[in-house]
């Protein structure tokens, strides 16, 4: 069973940090880009960022570029998302996915992606 867990959501101060983990379990993980993608209340998703688990490549999106940060452990089958001087604008429900490729979230093709996570809500106070 293919399954996508997100951790780390939670309520902090603008201008604080959090950290996401996604743990991938029931699928090759080194065959995968795995990222992150958001939607606030009454936006469109926004994909945030990937990375590929075979090369490292990785993508981020214009409005978290120099915030957030993306990494893999692939010996845990985990990618985390650090995210630094966190604002409002950036509370949302951050979702983790997985794709073959890291072009499906890069060509913004989120609902293509192959597997979803349920969720975690991050909250943003200002």
């Known amino acids: 069973e293919v399954q996508l867990v997100e951790s780390g959501g939670g309520l902090v101060q603008a201008g604080g940090s959090l950290r996401l983990a996604c743990a991938a379990s029931?699928?090759?993980?080194?065959?995968?880009?795995i990222g992150w993608i958001r939607q606030a209340p009454g936006k469109e998703r926004e994909g945030v960022s990937c990375i590929s688990s075979s090369d490292g490549s990785t993508y981020y999106a214009d409005s978290v570029k120099g915030r957030f940060t993306i990494s893999s452990d692939n010996a845990k089958n985990t990618v985390y998302l650090q995210m630094n001087s966190l604002k409002p604008e950036d509370t949302a429900v951050y979702y983790c996915?997985?794709?073959?490729?890291?072009?499906?979230?890069?060509?913004?093709?989120?609902?293509?992606?192959?597997?979803w996570g349920k969720g975690t809500l991050v909250t943003v106070s200002s």
């Open positions: 029931g699928f090759t993980f080194e065959d995968y880009a």
């Open positions: 996915a997985a794709d073959l490729t890291l072009a499906t979230m890069v060509l913004g093709d989120y609902y293509g992606m192959d597997y």
